[in-house]
């Protein structure tokens, strides 16, 4: 079996897809997970507070 350039481009194309694929999955499942609720509220409210909410002078 001889490995030409159509055959190598959508076997690339076609793992490339499901790499994505399997990334997003995990991206998400890890940003949803109950024991990381926690991490993620305390970085939210890290990031604007009501004392530094104000106009600079």
């Known amino acids: 079996m001889m490995i030409d350039h159509d055959m190598l481009t959508g076997f690339s194309k ?7 694929i399997a990334m997003s999955v995990g991206v998400l499942v890890y940003a949803y997970w109950p024991s990381n609720r926690k ?7 890290a990031v604007i507070s009501e004392e530094e909410d104000k106009p600079c002078r």
């Open 14 to 20: 076609s793992f490339g897809l499901f790499y994505l």
């Open 39 to 45: 991490p993620f509220e305390h970085a939210a409210a």
